[in-house]
């Protein structure tokens, strides 16, 4: 069960996330900013994002859809996404970030949220499903977000690009404490890749950088680089990228390989 506490908390943090974001950003826009914000420490109430390959996500939503909840409350809601929210850039498609069991029953009941934008119930497992192989197709990477170093506290499924989440330029920035690897990584056989002359559609996918052209025009993998989204396999028109279970996933406490990867 969800204390009251929890829920005041999360209510706060979505007050205050718009103007966190900013601040994110603001802090991103000038190099000497950047330095000292990568430098700074987050606090462990703070939100984290595992990112998962589509087919994990599904499986995450079938999880959600399967519990007795003993209630009416949603399993499910989207709403547009905050980070464009809070910016004010806009990228299709907008709705995109999906609020989990506690954090959808508050804002599809709170008079007053952050976001300041209504949510939409997702009835079910096979709607969630759907869109989030549309967002697959649409280039964006899924992470899912939990806090207070907890998967008791997960609460969102975040749908991110490179041009607006301000997480992911975090990140790409040198902050490496807020977006994590997920359980998955990717599998190369260079011998099936018909080269980035004639497809280049991993490079293209791959929002953090892990792919390149290597020796005779044929894409290769920088494993340390490689968060597990799965964009590049599920493109990859000769099967030369498959999605392997990582042998050093490190949030098996909060995020199980049991419901991610079945």
């Given at each position: ?104 029953n508050l804002y599809t009941t709170a008079k ?151």
């Open positions: 069960p969800v204390s009251r506490g929890q829920y005041i908390q999360q209510w706060l943090y979505g007050v205050c996330e718009p103007y966190i974001l900013r601040a994110t950003q603001f802090m991103l826009n000038d190099p000497k900013r950047s330095k000292l914000f990568n430098k700074m420490a987050t606090p462990k109430s703070m939100p984290r994002e595992v990112v998962v390959t589509t087919e994990a996500a599904c499986r995450f939503m079938d999880f959600i859809y399967g519990q007795e909840l003993g209630n009416d409350s949603p399993r499910m809601a989207v709403t547009k996404c905050v980070c464009q929210t809070a910016t004010g850039k806009f990228r299709e498609p907008v709705e995109k970030d999906m609020a989990l069991l506690y954090t959808a007053i949220t952050g976001i300041g934008e209504p949510y939409r119930i997702i009835e079910t497992a096979e709607e969630a499903k759907q869109m989030l192989r549309y967002f697959d197709e649409c280039g964006l990477v899924h992470a899912i977000m939990y806090c207070h170093s907890s998967g008791r506290w997960t609460f969102v499924v975040c749908n991110c690009d490179d041009e607006i989440c301000v997480p992911v330029q975090a990140y790409k920035a040198g902050r490496r404490d807020q977006v994590l690897a997920g359980p998955e990584i990717i599998s190369l056989d260079s011998s099936k890749c018909k080269g980035c002359s004639s497809c280049g559609k991993c490079i293209e996918r791959c929002i953090f950088d892990a792919n390149s052209i290597g020796i005779g025009g044929v894409s290769t993998v920088d494993y340390k680089k490689c968060l597990g989204c799965g964009l590049c396999a599920s493109t990859c028109p000769t099967g030369a990228r498959q999605i392997v279970r990582r042998k050093d996933y490190e949030h098996e406490d909060k995020l199980t390989t049991r419901i991610l990867l079945g």
